[in-house]
């Protein structure tokens, strides 16, 4: 059975950082595709951030330049770090593993089978 946690939200001033920590346990994490996606309140979820198997690293128009995604095989967690944080950025953040998903289709969230259940960000101006 595969587990997805996420850690590190919390309340943090514009211009602040965060990093975010995604642990994922059950299978093998090297074969799993990892993505962040957010949700603000009133919005739809949306996609965020990737690493992919081969680390190879995706984002969305938002976190470019501000956000770096990473992971440690060794300890099976991938890390969102998010800097030049903005009250726009205030969601809930979400992280979705895969170890069956096609590349091309990251920014698909019906492609991930493994959610967590989300972390707490909030940027206050």
């Known amino acids: 059975q595969v587990h997805v946690v996420e850690s590190g939200g919390g309340l943090v001033l514009a211009g602040g950082s965060l990093r975010l920590s995604c642990t994922v346990s059950?299978?093998?994490?090297?074969?799993?595709?990892v993505s962040w996606f957010r949700q603000a309140p009133g919005k739809a979820r949306e996609f965020v951030s990737c690493?992919?198997?081969?680390?190879?690293?995706y984002y969305s128009d938002s976190a470019k330049q501000r956000f770096t995604i990473s992971r440690d095989n060794g300890k099976n967690v991938v890390f969102l770090q998010m800097n030049s944080l903005e009250p726009e950025d205030t969601a809930v953040y979400y992280c979705?593993?895969?170890?069956?998903?096609?590349?091309?289709?990251?920014?698909?969230?019906?492609?991930?089978?493994?959610w967590g259940q989300g972390t707490q960000v909030t940027v206050s101006s």
């Open positions: 979705a593993a895969s170890s069956t998903i096609i590349v091309s289709q990251y920014m698909n969230q019906l492609q991930y089978g493994h």
């Open positions: 059950g299978g093998t994490f090297s074969r799993y595709v």
């Open positions: 690493i992919n198997r081969g680390r190879s690293v």
